[in-house]
C-alpha cells in the first residue's frame, strides 16, 4: 500500500517570513515603538483636522481620509503582532511591512502638502470683525486662491501640519528600516 499523496494546497505556502518579535516584545523594538507613534500622532492629526470643522472640504476631506485610514490600518497592524495573529497567516510579512509603509508615506505626503496648501492660501488675511457684527473687514490676499480661516482655524491648521510632517517622517523611518529587514 503507498502513501497517501500529500495536500498540495497545504504544501504550497512558505512559511511565514517575520523579523519583528510577535506578542508584547514588538513594543520594545524600534518598529514597534515607531508603529505606535504614528497611531498616536496619526490619531492628532484626524483630530485637529477634524474640530478645524474641515472649512476647505475639497483638500482637508483627503487628509482625513488618510489619517483615519492609516489609523485604523496601524492599529490593526500592531494588533496582528500584538495577538501572534501574524504567525498563522502565510505570508512575507517583512515585503508587506514594506509596502504598507510605502504607501502610507505616499498618501501622508501627499496629506501633508494639501494641509499645508490649505493654511497657506489663507495668506495672511487679517479678518476683523466691524462694529457691525454682520459686516467682515478683510485685506486683499495675495494670489488666486484664498481660504477664509478664522484665527482658531488658522492655528488648529498649522499644528495639523506639523503633526502630518511628523508622521510623515515616521512613516518614511518604518519604510526603511522595514527595508532593511526585508534585504537581510
Known amino acids: 500500500m503507498s502513501e497517501p499523496a500529500a495536500n498540495p494546497a497545504a504544501t ?7 523579523a519583528l518579535p510577535l506578542g508584547l516584545d ?7 515603538a ?4 504614528e497611531i498616536l500622532f ?7 483636522v477634524a474640530s478645524s470643522n474641515v472649512p476647505v472640504p475639497l483638500l482637508q476631506g483627503w487628509v482625513m481620509f488618510v489619517s483615519v485610514t492609516s489609523f485604523i ?10 495577538t501572534g495573529l501574524a504567525d498563522r497567516i502565510q505570508t512575507d510579512w517583512n515585503f508587506m511591512d514594506v509596502f ?3 504607501l502610507a508615506l505616499l498618501f501622508y505626503f501627499a496629506a501633508f502638502v494639501l494641509e499645508a496648501a490649505t493654511t497657506a492660501a489663507n495668506g495672511g488675511i487679517a479678518v476683523r470683525p466691524a462694529t457691525n457684527s454682520t459686516v467682515v473687514c478683510m ?13 482658531r482655524q488658522y492655528s488648529i491648521n ?6 502630518s510632517l511628523v508622521v510623515t517622517l515616521l512613516y518614511g523611518c518604518s519604510m526603511i528600516m522595514g527595508f532593511k529587514r526585508w534585504r537581510k
Open 100 to 102: 504598507y509603509h510605502f
Open 26 to 32: 514588538i513594543l520594545r523594538t524600534y518598529s514597534g
Open 34 to 37: 515607531l508603529i505606535c507613534l
Open 158 to 163: 498649522v499644528v495639523a501640519t506639523i503633526f
Open 139 to 151: 485685506s486683499r490676499p495675495s494670489g488666486n486662491v484664498f481660504t477664509f480661516l478664522d484665527r
Open 42 to 48: 496619526g490619531g492628532l492629526v484626524w483630530i485637529l
Open 73 to 82: 490600518l496601524s492599529s490593526s497592524y500592531l494588533l496582528l503582532f500584538i
Open 12 to 18: 504550497s505556502f512558505p512559511a511565514p517570513t517575520i
